[in-house]
């Protein structure tokens, strides 16, 4: 440690480790991190690579298993009343909405075992890894599959994952006698143990309202902030995928942290509520930023319509409000 302290400055503290690497998470600069930190520029990519692997992606801190979560018969029915109260008891059952969505990375190159690099280009126009979750409705990630290339539809490459083979391995029979389920949008294909949307409903018919609190329950997984990766990985595509889990662990950490630790009065309460609606609002009235421009079946929902009573005047009650209210 002596000779250490002379030569090279100081031992790295871990707060510092992890400062760092939360800070390249953010997309701060390896430059600027040496001179804050003092740890010169040669330092921090190492700190972050051994943060995110030894200690992030440990299991000890967070972990996260589809199939346990299925095995956990405590934890699903709390989830399924999260899913139930949000949707007047629709879908009173759900255990889990299914997504997935694409990560910005830089084109893999043969060094990293790929020599096609075209099955990566995704129809959004990029590089990208398809990572396939599923979350509750506090936006925590209880399923994660980084195992897929940026061209795979979703339903191909959320078939190509462990839960949904240890599903149809007869383990599903279990799951359907409690009355559990998954809900996923239209990209995906109609199983026993997954609901999707009608497609091409009529407006104001009940298929349509169907949708339109399928999609209600569903949305957390578009507004969870996992998928906004702004600029584009650009390491080595081994450790991309370690990169996007430490994110998700990190994710759940703090989603379970605000969860035992915060005190939530009614006020912070509130805003919470508030925030949440918005988000809904906003993604159900910009779904072409995220289905490509095109809506194909169901409702866009939110309060694109402009309802009004006898009076011709503007109802405050969305739509939202009055399916929950009948």
């Not at 609901?195 to 507004?223: G, Q």
Request: proline share 1%; glycine share 8%.
């Amino acid at each position: 440690m002596h000779a250490h302290s002379v030569y090279t400055g100081g031992i790295i503290c871990g707060e510092v480790k992890l400062a760092i690497t939360l800070r390249m998470l953010a997309g701060g600069s390896y430059l600027d991190l040496g001179l804050i930190f003092g740890t010169g520029s040669t330092y921090p990519y190492a700190i972050f690579r051994h943060v995110i692997i030894q200690w992030i992606c440990d299991d000890k801190l967070v972990n996260i298993s589809g199939i346990d979560f299925c095995k956990d018969e405590e934890r699903m029915n709390a989830v399924a009343r999260e899913f139930a109260d949000g949707s007047n008891h629709l879908f009173s059952g759900c255990i889990g909405a299914v997504d997935g969505w694409i990560v910005k990375i830089r084109k893999p190159r043969k060094s990293d075992g790929v020599f096609n690099p075209k099955s990566f280009y995704s129809r959004k126009g990029f590089y990208g890894l398809s990572v396939q979750t599923i979350v509750d409705k506090k936006k925590r990630v209880l399923f994660r599959s980084i195992e897929s290339r940026g061209a795979e539809h979703d339903s191909t490459a959320f078939k190509r994952t462990g839960l949904y083979k240890w599903l149809l391995d007869n383990e599903w029979s279990e799951l359907r006698r409690r009355g559990y389920y998954f809900i996923g949008d239209s990209a995906y294909s109609l199983r026993s143990f997954l609901m999707t949307p009608y497609d091409n409903a009529m407006h104001d018919t009940a298929e349509d309202n169907f949708n339109f609190l399928h999609s209600l329950s569903r949305i957390v997984a578009k507004s969870s902030s996992l998928g906004h990766f702004v600029e584009a990985i650009a390491i080595f595509l081994g450790f991309d995928c370690k990169i996007i889990d430490a994110c998700m662990r990190l994710h759940n950490f703090i989603v379970d942290f605000r969860e035992t630790n915060l005190c939530v009065t009614e006020s912070t309460a509130l805003d919470r509520e508030v925030f949440d609606d918005d988000c809904r609002r906003y993604l159900a009235t910009h779904l072409e930023q995220y289905e490509d421009g095109v809506y194909d079946g169901g409702v866009y929902g939110g309060d694109q319509e402009i309802r009004r009573d006898d009076d011709f005047s503007v109802l405050r009650l969305s739509r939202a409000n009055s399916l929950l209210a009948s």
